[in-house]
């Protein structure tokens, strides 16, 4: 295996493990390098990738000047490496929303963790992120997405899962390959809230969306959004129960 790096966006690097044994296509594992006086790595990566995907950063980077560490929620893949990079950088942080610290990050990471409120921004130097919040979106209680404000890249985590390992960056439709990974994994939490919180994200009118498992998007990002949202709701979404009557 090796981790292979892609620039996405201005600044932004996709470094991209694709992993042959998941069935039934193979899965790729992706981590997104936000370049900036302060860079900011999101998704650790499970700790087995730990030196394929730290071997890539320092093909941008050293990795010690890596300053913060985010991810979309707490699971291996998200942040199984966590502690691994906390001792390769360590001028790093892990920043998280106020739930997820409470929950598992106050505990498990070897430093204190920063806590980033929802729409609040993160000045790196050059680049500006923002904490988006949106819990059982796609999954985990825990769960939250970062948007990009000046390359308009949202850092979208779980949403648009692919199989496979495809092209860098695609340019096609995005939903249906997504459509067919859930129908395949069920790995989606599909509450009546999972319409409405990804619309949510599709007001940012993101021109790039950095999918976790996959190919990137480049693009009308915020018609991607509602058109996943509108065929989640029509398949996966229960309707709200019905109002008790009195």
């Known amino acids: 295996m090796e981790t292979k790096v892609h620039e996405i966006a201005d600044g932004v690097y996709r470094l991209s493990t694709a992993?042959?044994?998941v069935p039934p296509q193979g899965f790729t594992f992706n981590q997104f390098l936000v370049d900036g006086e302060e860079p900011l790595l999101f998704h650790t990566g499970p700790r087995q990738l730990f030196p394929l995907v730290s071997?890539?950063?320092?093909?941008?980077?050293?990795?010690?000047?890596l300053r913060w560490i985010a991810f979309g929620h707490f699971e291996a893949d998200e942040c199984g490496a966590m502690n691994d990079w906390l001792t390769a950088a360590p001028r790093s942080t892990v920043?998280?929303?106020?739930l997820a610290c409470e929950l598992s990050l106050t505990d498990q990471a070897a430093r204190p963790p920063r806590t980033m409120d929802d729409g609040e921004c993160l000045d790196i130097g050059g680049k500006r992120l923002r904490m988006l919040q949106t819990p059982h979106v796609p999954h985990g209680?825990?769960?939250?997405l970062l948007f990009e404000e000046e390359t308009r890249t949202l850092l979208a985590g779980d949403l648009f899962t692919q199989i496979g390992d495809?092209?860098?960056v695609r340019e096609d439709d995005l939903v249906e390959p997504a459509l067919e990974t859930e129908e395949l994994f069920g790995y989606t939490a599909p509450t009546p809230l999972y319409g409405p919180t990804v619309r949510r994200?599709?007001?940012?009118?993101p021109t790039t969306v950095a999918c976790m498992h996959g190919s990137s998007y480049r693009g009308n990002g915020a018609t991607a959004l509602r058109a996943l949202a509108d065929a989640y709701e029509g398949r996966?979404?229960?309707e709200a129960p019905a109002e008790p009557e009195h």
């Open 19 to 21: 992993v042959d044994e």
């Open 55 to 65: 071997n890539a950063t320092s093909r941008v980077m050293p990795v010690e000047r």
């Open 95 to 98: 920043v998280a929303n106020p």
């Open 141 to 144: 209680w825990d769960a939250a």
């Open 166 to 168: 495809p092209s860098p």
């Open 201 to 205: 994200l599709a007001e940012l009118q």
């Open 236 to 238: 996966f979404v229960p």
